[in-house]
Nanobody, 117 residues
Framework: QVQLVESGGGLVQPGGSLRLSCAASVSIYNFDVVGWYRQAPEKERELVAH???????YYGDFVKGRVTISRDNAKNTVSLQMNSLKPEDTAVYYC???????????WGQGTQVTVSS
C-alpha cells in the first residue's frame, strides 16, 4: 500500500501558474508510472500527464505546451508545473501510481485547482 499526498492546489487567475506535488510514502522506483488525472464537476476523469520509470512522459492534448511533469527520485516526489491556466482547467487533480509487476494502482486524495478571476 502506498500513500500519495498531493499539495499545491488553490485559486489562481487565468493565465497564472500552479505547481502541484505528489509525495509518495515509498520509493517511486517501485512504480512503472506516476501521473495525474483531473475531474471537473459533471465531467469524466481525464488523464493530464504521466511520467514513466525511464523518464518518458505523456501529456493530454488539452495541456500540451502548458504543463510539465517531472520527478525527484531522492524526494519520492512527482510534480506538475502548470502554466497559462484557463478556467476550464478547474478541477480536482488526483495523483496516481502504478506498481511495478502487479500493475495495482494507488491514488491520492486529490487537490482542488480553481482558475477564476
Amino acid at each position: 500500500q502506498v500513500q500519495l499526498v498531493e499539495s499545491g492546489g488553490g485559486l489562481v487567475q487565468p493565465g497564472g501558474s500552479l505547481r502541484l506535488s505528489c509525495a509518495a510514502s515509498v520509493s517511486i522506483y517501485n512504480f512503472d508510472v506516476v501521473g495525474w488525472y483531473r475531474q471537473a464537476p459533471e465531467k469524466e476523469r481525464e488523464l493530464v500527464a504521466h511520467i514513466s520509470r525511464d523518464g518518458s512522459t505523456y501529456y493530454g492534448d488539452f495541456v500540451k505546451g502548458r504543463v510539465t511533469i517531472s520527478r525527484d527520485n531522492a524526494k519520492n516526489t512527482v510534480s506538475l508545473q502548470m502554466n497559462s491556466l484557463k478556467p476550464e482547467d478547474t478541477a480536482v487533480y488526483y495523483c496516481y501510481a502504478d506498481w511495478r509487476y502487479t500493475g495495482n494502482r494507488g491514488w491520492g486524495q486529490g487537490t482542488q485547482v480553481t482558475v477564476s478571476s
